[in-house]
């Protein structure tokens, strides 16, 4: 009899091996330049993450670098959109309808703040993430009659003084957005009061003496280009590793710390991408928009996005809380469309309060679902009776990045504020969107459009009432005009 040998064969060894050692190489290092090739997928991959993930805070410092730029920077500069904001403004969906002041602070560089917010206003205060850190106005907690926010930098640990609605900030960088809400006007809204209103604010350091601290400047931001988008190009990494250096570490999770660290985004430590790397940088930031923008264009499979079951309007937090929490979720997908063509997200763009928060359905889409397109001549029909206690508006955007549509028009925007826009026998109205206005259009009732450019509707609803939430009122979807 012959004896078993103690050794398996070398074809039962390959027989049992294990799953991952057959998928990868039977169990052999990856040829050199597979493997080199995978690593500089991976970083790819990794930067277009980094690029989706961090597009909120790239987004404010877009604005805040475009701002400081044109009006300068300090605690004392707020600028104010006077005559109200036009095209001119390159930013993610402004609101030409009310009049903005907006501004941008580092509790890092002052310490504790003050801000003595006016009556009226329709306001926030955000990170640099753009994660509320309080409402201000009729949802925030001085229901519109005005009063003094403490905001605190996230290492403060001393007393926090009686008297003020104190809030400590997950960021040294803050995001003062500040909306007065216009009078009427015969041809045009009167901003004369929302103006007045917004200069009353002051800001101040809480432990400053009164005679240390700046006059307040309130720079006009009207009639002028502006540039506050941001970057498509790689300053896009330079501007994320500044903000890296600048920030706690307690601002950013340690899991996206590691994504960035594995693009050589380490705060404290020199980032200098290889040349390789710096191709690969471009390539991200050049497609990861391009990956967002297709999201939005073919829209969400599960269709929460959908205002109403019979319209194309877009919720743009599909159904979510202004952090975009679904219910077991963080919807990452949306908050990065959200980003991409918009700014500012509070609770009192979310949440069903009557008559004092602000909703904004809007469609890319025409009554037949194809995209709007500024060559085609369309017509929007609301109903009487918009359930908007302040104002609707309605404007048109970009839809690549939310900027205003730009023509001579300058203004692609209509609301309830301007008194000679025609209304029907009913109370209902008719809006036309178009390269050239139709014959049978009035001039106020008219926003023209950029041929063979898409754009994005918007219709806004400030104060808005129940009739919007129980949808027994309901814009009428765009129709286009044969």
Not at 54 to 69: C, Q, W
Not at 159 to 187: D, H
Not at 295 to 315: A, C, F, K, S
Not at 407 to 421: D, G, K, R
């Amino acid at each position: 009899m012959t004896a078993l040998s103690p050794f398996p064969s070398a074809l039962s060894q390959e027989t049992a091996a294990p799953p991952l050692v057959k998928q990868i190489n039977n169990g052999n290092w990856l040829p050199q330049e597979e493997a080199e090739a995978l690593r500089d997928e991976l970083y790819y991959q990794r930067a277009v993450h980094a690029y989706i993930t961090m597009l909120p805070a790239l987004n404010t410092i877009g604005m805040r670098d475009g701002s400081e730029a044109a009006f300068g920077r300090g605690y004392n500069v707020l600028p104010i959109w006077k005559d109200r904001m036009d095209s001119r403004a390159w930013i993610p969906t402004p609101n030409g309808d009310v009049i903005y002041s907006l501004t941008f602070l580092d509790l890092k560089e002052t310490g504790p703040l003050v801000v003595a917010a006016p009556r009226d206003v329709i306001g926030m205060f955000t990170d640099l993430f753009q994660r509320t850190i309080t409402d201000v106005g009729l949802i925030g907690p001085d229901r519109a009659r005005g009063g003094l926010y403490l905001l605190l930098p996230p290492d403060y640990e001393g007393e926090i003084p009686k008297g003020y609605f104190a809030f400590k900030s997950s960021t040294y960088n803050v995001m003062l957005f500040f909306r007065t809400v216009m009078g009427k006007g015969a041809t045009a809204p009167d901003p004369t009061k929302a103006v007045a209103l917004a200069e009353q604010t002051r800001i101040y350091p809480l432990w400053a003496s009164e005679k240390d601290v700046k006059p307040m400047q309130f720079p006009n931001g009207s009639g002028k280009r502006v540039q506050m988008m941001y970057p498509v190009d790689n300053t896009y990494w330079d501007k994320l590793k500044a903000f890296v250096d600048h920030e706690p570490v307690s601002a950013i999770d340690p899991e996206l710390r590691g994504v960035l660290a594995s693009i050589g985004i380490i705060k404290g430590q020199p980032f200098e991408p290889t040349v390789k790397q710096q191709e690969l940088l471009k390539k991200a930031v050049e497609t990861a928009p391009k990956m967002i923008l297709a999201t939005r264009q073919l829209g969400r499979p599960d269709g929460r996005e959908l205002y109403y079951n019979d319209r194309q309007y877009v919720n743009q937090w599909a159904g979510a809380t202004s952090e975009w929490l679904q219910e077991s979720y963080l919807d990452v997908d949306q908050r990065a469309g959200f980003f991409q063509i918009a700014y500012s997200s509070a609770p009192a763009m979310v949440m069903h309060t009557l008559g004092a928060g602000s909703k904004y359905p809007n469609t890319v889409k025409d009554s037949n679902g194809e995209f709007l397109n500024g060559s085609n001549t369309y017509k929007l029909h609301l109903p009487p009776n918009a359930p908007a206690a302040l104002f609707w508006a309605v404007t048109l955007y970009n839809i690549t990045d939310g900027t205003m549509v730009e023509t001579p028009q300058l203004m692609p925007s209509i609301n309830s504020l301007n008194e000679a826009v025609a209304k029907n026998g009913d109370g209902s109205i008719d809006l036309w969107f178009g390269p050239s206005k139709p014959a049978d259009a009035p001039d106020t009732n008219f926003i023209q459009t950029v041929g063979g450019r898409n754009f994005i509707a918007a219709v806004r609803l400030y104060g808005t009432g129940v009739e919007f939430f129980d949808q027994s009122w309901k814009p009428d979807d765009v129709v286009k005009v044969e």
